[in-house]
């Protein structure tokens, strides 16, 4: 038992020193993990990943991760993300392809609104479904993209399928032209 | 706290079936020098196995917390604490198993660490939970019946040395230590 007690001891200073170490590292990293992110966050429905907003960053930089905007449209021509698709998961179905033309099998970046992933993990799961390999979620969605000061844009550009809008889609041509290109290669 | 009980129960029965293996094995090596070379042979096997499991964890605490989570013992809070001090401890143990320095310490750790790991596995299986272990960081595999067999294999790694620690002392091979390292009284010396 007094055996026992003195390898407890010594383990009990290894655990110590471990938790030390372990949330100095965390506390340095370039991007720490947050330790009060919920758990909807840690583990999503859909089972795609979370990243934050500075590895969203480095990915929208990369330009490599298509964006896509799970919000509605309404919401997407007041704003969202430079450069992302608007693809709301009640229209999956009907604007899927078009999707896909654009994409032709890039990564791809989900958000929505805010710190409820909602309707972004439900779009990551039918991407995921349809048969995309990669699909992440940004933490935060579009309030956290704003606040730390990355590009936001307005307006129609991006809207998939925007005949069937209400809004005016001056640039809805550009993407059937890039369909037509796609199809020909095919 | 009740629906950890049968986990907790679980975790020590791992251990004190393996220990039971390994005081076995280190009885009938405690004299020999065939046990100092087993026992050296499993605390770097047992270090380098950590390090190399440490090193695919520790660039990305989310995903580890996301699979610890996943296998639905402890919340969120736990989990992300869990998720990026566990690499740092593995790496911490795996040093003190190599260097000599609080081995001892070191080797508890991670029958520990691996006795959670078989009731984690084991109620993930029996639960039905279908996930990927998160052993290695990316290097993952699904939850098994053969991840439960390695990692008692990897206990019987720890548990050796300090059975043959313990019996060492106990036959009167090693000279008996009332205190830690660090505080031997000196009557003993």
Same mark, same amino acid.
């Given at each position: 038992m007094r055996w026992l007690g003195h390898r407890l001891v010594e383990a009990s200073a290894l655990v110590l020193l471990a938790l030390v170490l372990g949330l100095t590292l965390n506390a340095v990293r370039r991007e720490p993990l947050p330790y009060d992110l919920p758990a909807s966050l840690l583990l999503t429905q859909s089972g795609a990943r979370v990243v934050f907003t500075g590895e969203a960053r480095r990915l929208f930089d990369d330009a490599h991760f298509v964006f896509v905007d799970a919000r509605e449209e309404h919401e997407f021509l007041e704003a969202h993300i430079e450069g992302s698709l608007s693809l709301p998961p009640a229209r999956f179905d009907e604007l899927y392809p078009e999707l896909r033309l654009w994409t032709a099998g890039q990564p791809l970046l989900v958000y929505g609104?805010? $710190?409820? !992933?909602l309707a972004a993990d439900d779009l990551a799961r039918q991407l995921l479904a349809a048969g995309e390999e990669l699909v992440v979620i940004l933490a935060g969605g579009l309030d956290a993209w704003r606040s730390h000061g990355h590009p936001v844009d307005g307006g129609?550009?991006? +809207? +998939? $399928?925007?005949? *069937?809008?209400a809004a005016p889609a001056p640039r809805s041509a550009e993407p059937a032209d890039r369909a037509g290109g796609e199809e020909e290669e095919q | 706290m009740t629906p950890y009980l049968p986990f907790a129960a679980l975790t020590l029965l791992a251990l004190l079936l393996a220990y039971g293996v390994a005081a076995w094995a280190a009885r009938h090596t405690a004299g020999a020098a065939l046990g100092l070379w087993l026992a050296w042979a499993c605390r770097v096997a047992l270090a380098a196995v950590f390090l190399l499991a440490a090193y695919g964890k520790i660039l990305d605490p989310y995903a580890l917390a996301s699979s610890i989570y996943a296998y639905? %013992? %402890?919340p969120a809070g736990v989990a992300i604490v869990t998720g990026v001090v566990m690499p740092a401890l593995e790496i911490v143990a795996a040093l003190a198993l190599l260097s000599g320095l609080l081995w001892r310490g070191g080797a508890v750790v991670f029958a520990a660490m691996l006795a959670v790991f078989i009731a984690g596995l084991f109620q993930a299986i029996v639960r039905g !939970? =279908? !996930? =990927? #272990? *998160? #052993?290695f960081g990316k290097e993952s595999s699904p939850v098994s019946f053969w991840l439960i067999a390695r990692n008692y294999g990897l206990i019987l790694l720890a548990l050796f040395p300090l059975a043959r620690d313990v019996w060492r002392e106990r036959l009167g091979f090693a000279p008996r230590r009332r205190g830690t390292r660090f505080s031997r009284p000196r009557a003993a010396r």
């Open positions: 609104e805010s $710190g409820n !992933i129609p550009e991006g +809207l +998939l $399928g925007a005949e *069937g809008s | 639905r %013992v %402890v !939970i =279908d !996930i =990927d #272990c *998160g #052993c």
